[in-house]
């Protein structure tokens, strides 16, 4: 089986300056990825490589096979990948539902002329979408919110409206950026149950960065820690938080000495 998500020798370079260095790794389809490592290890440039944000100096990078190096966020979105961020731009005065609809643009059929004229099959699909968006808050237990405007309701939910607008799209790779961030104990248990249960219905593959070793020890199938731009081991959460070169990266040589 072809792996989901695969990167080789991937390099980001902004101007002289060396961000990433030979990158590789591989996702399993339907597998809970962990990107973790101390603060400017290299994550978010990785993360936005893999989304499209940033365009790579040079390697690979394919989705099932394909290459999408280089990709614009909107043509990588038909290659059934999806992410969150970690400040959920939402439109405050619309309502949850309004806000989570927005994540559907790629399940529209024919184009702005099509939605202007209101030709029959926009408001087939338009009806489609909507009863979609609903299930979505529902199966994330926000069904409740779904007229209220998204100002009303907390960051820890304004969390939740983003995941629904990105499982809109039916995406087969799910990308989450820093999803434990700003959230309490109670709503990090939450989120943890809930990407569980979507993991397991809908075999969705998912690519974590997160600082909350808590949330990545209880997702995560395997994790990849970086560490100035290159990659310092992969395995296991439990493997990584025991692994010395991790500990010092994090916390410094004196920390792995005292260890030992």
């Not at 590789?24 to 962990?34: A, D, T, Y």
């Not at 969390?159 to 109670?186: N, Q, W």
């Amino acid at each position: 089986m072809a792996a989901r998500l695969s990167l080789r020798d991937v390099n980001l370079r902004f101007g002289g300056i060396k961000v990433l260095e030979d990158v590789s790794f591989e996702v399993e389809p339907g597998s809970i990825h962990g990107l973790v490592g101390p603060n400017g290890a290299g994550k978010t440039s990785l993360f936005n490589c893999i989304s499209g944000h940033y365009k790579p100096s040079s390697g690979s990078i394919t989705i099932d096979g394909e290459e999408v190096l280089g990709l614009a966020p909107s043509k990588l979105a038909r290659h059934g990948l999806a992410r969150t961020f970690q400040h959920p731009a939402l439109q405050l005065k619309a309502t949850v539902l309004e806000n989570v609809l927005l994540g559907g643009h790629t399940e529209l059929p024919g184009g702005p002329l099509s939605w202007s004229l209101r030709l029959p099959f926009t408001g087939r699909a338009e009806r489609r979408l909507r009863a979609e968006a609903l299930e979505l808050l529902e199966r994330t237990n926000l069904g409740w919110a779904a007229d209220l405007p998204a100002d009303e309701l907390s960051h820890g939910l304004h969390k939740g409206i983003e995941l629904c607008r990105a499982l809109l799209s039916k995406p087969s790779l799910l990308l989450l950026d820093e999803p434990a961030a700003g959230l309490s104990h109670g709503e990090v248990e939450q989120f943890i149950a809930t990407v569980k249960r979507l993991r397991a219905e809908d075999d969705i593959t998912v690519i974590i960065v997160e600082h909350h070793m808590g949330l990545i020890s209880a997702l995560t199938d395997q994790v990849v820690v970086l560490d100035h731009g290159r990659k310092l081991m992969e395995g296991t959460a439990a493997q990584a938080q025991s692994d010395p070169r991790v500990i010092e990266a994090y916390l410094g040589k004196d920390a792995v000495d005292d260890a030992a």
